[in-house]
């Protein structure tokens, strides 16, 4: 049965030690990690059953008020430095569920983690279903993204999503769909750019029989196709001038008529409007209406470019290749060292261009294993740099295969243990050679364990704290 977890938000390296040793000692398993990369963190919230957070982390409230919109409810206990209470603002100490002095003594300790309610399984579960919400990446902004879809999915609130193009904004408008209580509703895009001004009127709202010449039978707009659910408005800020007053009115009344009609129909509609324009320069161009603006504009979500957040390029890699094979279509595999590679360069189409690189690598090298200098020539002004560790969630390709079964395992078991017991004629490093080994060995353990370390430690046979030391030691994650 796993031990039950508690997430340690601390800066302070000494005091991690200290909590960390005491907690595995008292059958708890801790995940620390610093102030800068916490939302990481807490997108699994699987068994935990508080978070401490340690004072002195760099902006306190707002950390704290962060933590506590993500955890769900989960006791956060604010976990202070002995003599500096009365220096903790009183209003830091009202957001918490405890604050707790540190060192402390061991009754006391014991006394609040009783206090712990046990992980809510139902709760959890929940959480890990919208843990990605379809958005792949670990990076800050991502994670921020997600919190703010938990917020604001249940409200009724219009969500107004801005970024360039190829950021994924449909893909933030199907998951606030899906996260929100109208996911069992319809979910109904319409790109505002691509229709003809003269013919949008009749594409939102519909059209009676004989209103404009073609229109030969009556016709539900989009309005009605989305009743109850979720209409997404995308590119909204290539609307024409005379739809925004129409639709500033459905928005404002929540009523509207098919075009050559005089019946009004109520609409029970969520609105989420998209667009790769600045609406507040549109606004000053008299291209784009101020009123509707701060109608559409109530709870913004801006999208980073895929330059700003690159560290998830090698997750998103792993999306896109999955769904290709789930689509039972050619694809390919990415080195390490082509992940490195791709990282670097600035992806002006965002996430839709590095979806169609990999599309036209599939074409071109179907099922193959991408290394760097196979990628197209662009790529070959950039460099691998060394010591990169690239988080992919997934093996190298070549680890891959030997997973599969798809080497002859014999053979490779009788050469390591040859590289073992055969010494080279011109000698070696051994202390070099026996790091490398243990290195390996512990990225093994945690990958066969899924990164849980209490589980990787039983695996190798040593303490929790001491296979954390020497992570720590060789820089793993």
Not at 47 to 65: E, M, R, S, W, Y
Not at 205 to 225: D, S
Request: hydrophobic fraction near 40%; charged fraction near 25%.
């Amino acid at each position: 049965m796993a031990l039950p977890r508690i997430v340690l938000i601390d800066d302070n390296s000494s005091r991690v030690q200290q909590f960390e040793s005491i907690l595995l000692f008292l059958e708890y398993q801790v995940s620390a990690v610093n102030s800068a990369e916490y939302l990481s963190e807490l997108n699994s919230l699987d068994n935990v059953c508080a978070v401490f957070v340690g004072n002195g982390c760099d902006k306190q409230a707002t950390l704290i008020k962060s933590v506590l919109d993500a955890v769900a409810g989960l006791p956060v206990i604010l976990l202070a430095d002995r003599g500096v209470l009365l220096q903790i603002p009183t209003a830091i100490q009202k957001m918490v569920t405890q604050v707790c002095e540190w060192p402390t003594v061991h009754t006391v300790l014991s006394e609040t983690l009783k206090k712990l309610p046990a992980p809510k399984k139902a709760l959890l579960a929940q959480k890990h279903t919208l843990n990605n919400k379809g958005l792949a990446g670990k990076s800050q902004s991502i994670c921020h993204i997600r919190t703010l879809i938990d917020q604001v999915a249940n409200s009724n609130a219009t969500v107004l999503v801005l970024g360039e193009s190829g950021t994924g904004k449909e893909v933030v408008a199907q998951a606030l769909h899906r996260a929100s209580d109208r996911k069992n509703k319809p979910f109904v895009p319409v790109n505002c750019g691509a229709i003809p001004g003269e013919l949008l009127e009749s594409e939102l709202f519909g059209h009676e029989k004989g209103a404009f010449t073609g229109a030969l039978t009556a016709r539900q707009g989009r309005f009605e196709m989305a009743e109850g659910g979720t209409l997404f408005l995308d590119e909204i800020g290539d609307m024409p001038m005379p739809m925004q007053v129409k639709l500033l009115r459905v928005l404002q009344e929540r009523t509207f008529e098919r075009v050559g009609s005089n019946k009004t129909i109520e609409c029970n509609v969520r609105i989420v409007a998209a667009t790769h324009r600045n609406l507040e320069n549109e606004i000053k161009e008299k291209r784009f209406r101020e009123d509707l603006f701060y109608r559409l504009n109530v709870f913004p979500i801006e999208l980073p470019s895929l330059n700003e957040r690159s560290e998830d390029i090698p997750l998103l890699v792993g999306d896109l290749t999955k769904k290709m094979e789930k689509a039972k279509v050619e694809t390919v595999q990415f080195t390490h060292n082509a992940l490195a590679v791709m990282m670097q360069h600035p992806w002006p189409g965002n996430v839709r261009e590095l979806s169609n690189f990999i599309e036209r690598l599939a074409i071109t090298h179907p099922n193959a294993i991408i290394d760097s200098e196979d990628l197209p020539e662009k790529f070959q002004a950039y460099k691998v740099p060394e010591g990169t560790v690239i988080d992919s969630a997934e093996p190298e390709p070549e680890e891959r295969k030997i997973e599969q079964g798809e080497d002859d395992s014999d053979g490779a078991e009788k050469q390591q243990i040859a590289a073992v017991s055969q010494l080279p004629e011109q000698g070696m490093d051994l202390k070099e050679y026996l790091n490398d080994m243990e290195i390996h060995l512990i990225q093994q353990a945690l990958s066969e364990c899924g990164g849980v370390v209490a589980h990787a430690a039983k695996l190798l046979k040593m303490g929790r704290t001491t296979l954390v030391e020497k992570m720590r030691k060789y820089g793993l994650s």
